[in-house]
């Protein structure tokens, strides 16, 4: 099966500008999921879809992050103005049902490298 | 404190070498949990699930004590191809039905011939 893709698999802005990342989960996958990476970190969930309801943004910055999962398939996460510590890795994720399990795991995307200068 | 806490190493061991790692987490009411592999600058990659009554697979051994909420994991006869880093994953379930994993900051392995 095809896994998670996203694009692009690297950008560089200045700070203030904007960026927009797109994500398309595994076919048939209800959940959706956004998480940052900063290096040296574990991943930090931004924000989780349950087709195209949001289930837990809890920890976006919606000051100026902002997700979208339109017709509970692809999705798109923006930043809008970026700041230097928004540099990170942001992976997106999917999964079967939104109960993770070893027979419904979480796969990855590749991810998106993000540099903020 | 944070919610899950692991060593961050690095653990620099010799190919043959078993080599542990342990994990805490802070929320009793953490349902499920797993270890992911991360390789350099790529994605976290399901490694196994922790079981309850603890669980092997080849050459890894997981275990978990709820009672000390500790997580563990022991690698066996280490592998060059070992060499990344291993997070350890904690799953939370809300009311309403969903879960939400939490990440700790992983545990990096070097092995060297």
């Known amino acids: 099966e095809a896994g998670v893709a996203q694009s692009p698999r690297y950008k560089i802005i200045e700070k203030r500008q904007s960026v927009a990342f797109w994500c398309n989960p595994i076919s048939g996958h209800a959940t959706l999921y956004w998480y940052q990476q900063i290096l040296g970190q574990g991943p930090k969930l931004l924000i989780q879809?349950?087709?195209?309801?949001?289930?837990?943004d809890s920890q976006l910055p919606k000051d100026r992050f902002s997700a979208e999962r339109l017709k509970g398939v692809d999705s798109t996460l923006k930043i809008q103005p970026a700041k230097l510590e928004d540099s990170a890795v942001y992976l997106c994720?999917?999964?079967?049902?939104?109960?993770?399990?070893?027979?419904?795991?979480?796969?990855f995307g590749n991810g998106t490298r993000l540099t903020v200068t | 404190r944070k919610e899950v806490e692991q060593d961050p190493g690095p653990f620099n061991v010799p190919e043959g070498a078993t080599v542990a790692f342990n994990c805490t987490y802070s929320?009793?009411?953490?349902?499920?949990f797993f270890w992911y592999r991360q390789d350099c600058r790529k994605e976290p990659k399901l490694l196994m699930s922790?079981?309850?009554s603890g669980n092997e697979d080849g050459r890894f051994t997981a275990q978990l004590n709820r009672a000390s909420q500790y997580i563990s994991l022991l690698i066996r006869d280490s592998k060059l191809s070992d060499s990344a880093t291993y997070l350890c994953v904690v799953n939370l379930e809300f009311s309403g039905g969903y879960n939400k994993l939490i990440f700790g900051a992983g545990t990096r392995l070097a092995v060297h011939p």
């Open positions: 922790v079981y309850s």
């Open positions: 929320n009793s009411a953490s349902q499920s």
């Open positions: 879809f349950q087709n195209n309801g949001v289930v837990d």
């Open positions: 994720a999917s999964s079967l049902s939104d109960r993770v399990s070893y027979n419904s795991p979480l796969h």
